[in-house]
């Protein structure tokens, strides 16, 4: 493929790309081409009059302090830090020069153990705590010690991130939540019983289970429910003294408030059965066909344009697509040897078009730089004029 003008990337990168592999120089050459010698396996590029081989050239300072060799494909480097002390060598050794060490040095002693002078810290010095505190550190990060309080209060009074609390007053705490809690007292027998159950021994969250289905002070229970005392010592018969937990309902009609079960995909698209209920998944998949209605999907404009998808809806915007893309173009030939740029009339109507060239003697497609000038016209580029009627174009909507 030929490209007839310059390619402007936007300074995005050109990956895996070969640098025109030859054997031989091209014959010709422009300032800045390039090309790879497959001979000497070097990369070389055009000065405007000469092919010049790319390579590492010899860098000399004024001084002598850092030298750059090349032979072949081999680099040497030298360099010399000041001519005095060290120099890295061009066989890569580090070196220090004759006179590099001078007497300056690490001296003797001059590195010392640092530690905690003995008998800086006793042990009755760490022995006079106040009462109910400890020494450490409740803050972030590493830092001075600190006293920190304890408090034994079995309700934690005071509790915060500043204090510590003792194992039996976290204890005593959560005794008392435990011993708060509700328990499960027995069974209930909603069918022989008139009134809810408990006594004055109650407590708030005490909780049966319901053994035999029944209605009790207008209250509908089923085997499996749960009555969960809302007070302590709670009403027998009013309702509002208790939370009522449905375990077990019968199956759901048009009717009667129950459970359901939910349609297979076979059940979804059979239509027949009206005692299950659809999710959206079972519902996506009653696809409408030619014998059985249902959902449908639109088309994607790949779809539209391949027409060969017998299971999805066209909408008017994937008809209008069809029809743009099919109807109407136009075709023709430009160049005269003399200009580089030809404003081209296709008469379409729209300033949505795609336009192709193509050398007219090979029908190989060729890459031209092109710009929409208005809903009829285009204008095209090429950097050298082209030869009279050598290049086809094919303009569509």
Same mark, same amino acid.
């Given at each position: 493929m030929?490209f007839? /003008? ?5 300074? /995005? ?10 054997a031989t ?8 081409q &390039?090309?790879y ?6 990369v ?14 010899? !860098?000399?300072?004024?001084?002598g302090s ?17 001519d005095?002390?060290?120099e890295?060598a061009?066989d ?10 001078s ?9 010392t ?5 003995d ?9 006079d ?5 400890v020494?450490?550190?409740?803050e ?10 304890v408090i ?8 915060d991130?500043?204090?510590?609390a003792t ?28 009134? &809810? ?5 109650t ?8 053994s ?9 229970? /089923?085997?499996?429910?749960?009555? !969960? ?10 309702p509002?003294?208790?939370?009522f ?15 359901v ?12 059965v ?27 404009e790949a ?5 060969e ?9 994937k008809?209008?697509?069809?029809l ?11 160049g ?10 296709h008469?379409?109507g729209?300033?949505? !078009?795609?336009a ?9 497609k060729?890459?031209?730089?092109? &710009? ?9 580029? &090429?950097s050298?004029?082209?030869a /009279? ?8 909507k």
């Open positions: 030929k007839t /003008n310059t390619v402007d990337l936007q300074q /995005n990168n050109i990956i895996n790309i070969v640098i025109d592999p030859r120089q091209p014959a010709t050459g422009v300032q800045g &390039f090309y010698n497959t001979t000497d396996n070097n070389y590029r055009h000065d405007g009059s000469n092919w010049v081989p790319l390579g590492i050239v010899t !860098i000399e300072s004024e001084d850092i030298v750059v060799d090349q032979s072949g494909s081999e680099v040497d480097l030298g360099l010399n830090v000041d005095t002390t060290i890295i061009p890569g050794q580090v070196r220090i020069k004759d006179g590099g060490v007497t300056p040095k690490l001296a003797d002693g001059a590195v153990t640092i530690k905690v002078t008998g800086a810290i006793t042990f009755a010095k760490i022995q705590v106040p009462t109910m505190t020494l450490g550190r409740v972030a990060g590493t830092g001075d010690v600190s006293a920190i309080t034994n209060d079995n309700d934690l009074t005071g509790a991130g500043t204090n510590l194992a039996g007053a976290i204890k005593a705490y959560v005794d008392a939540l435990i011993a708060g809690m509700g328990n499960l007292i027995g069974s209930f027998d909603a069918a022989t019983s008139t009134q &809810f159950p408990g006594d004055s021994d407590r708030k969250g005490d909780y049966w289970y319901v035999v289905q029944g209605t009790v002070q207008g209250v509908s229970l /089923n085997a499996g429910d749960v009555l !969960i005392a809302n007070t302590a010592d709670p009403s027998p018969t009013d509002n003294d208790w939370i937990l449905e375990t077990n309902r019968d199956q759901a009609t048009t009717t009667v408030l129950g459970l079960r939910l349609a297979t995909t076979a059940e979804a698209q059979g239509g027949v009206d005692d299950k209920v659809l999710t959206p998944k079972t519902l996506q998949d009653v696809t409408a066909t030619e014998t059985r209605a249902g959902v449908s999907r639109i088309a994607t779809e539209a344009l391949a027409g998808d017998d299971t999805t809806t066209m909408t008017p915007a008809v209008k697509l069809i743009d893309e099919n109807v109407g173009g136009y075709a023709g030939l430009i005269n040897g003399t200009n580089t740029e030809y404003e081209i009339t008469s379409l729209t300033q949505s !078009i795609i192709e060239f193509f050398l007219d003697s090979t029908g190989e060729v890459m031209v730089d092109y &710009f929409v000038i208005s809903n009829n016209t285009i204008r095209a580029e &090429f050298t004029p082209p /009279n009627n050598s290049y086809r174009v094919i303009i569509k």
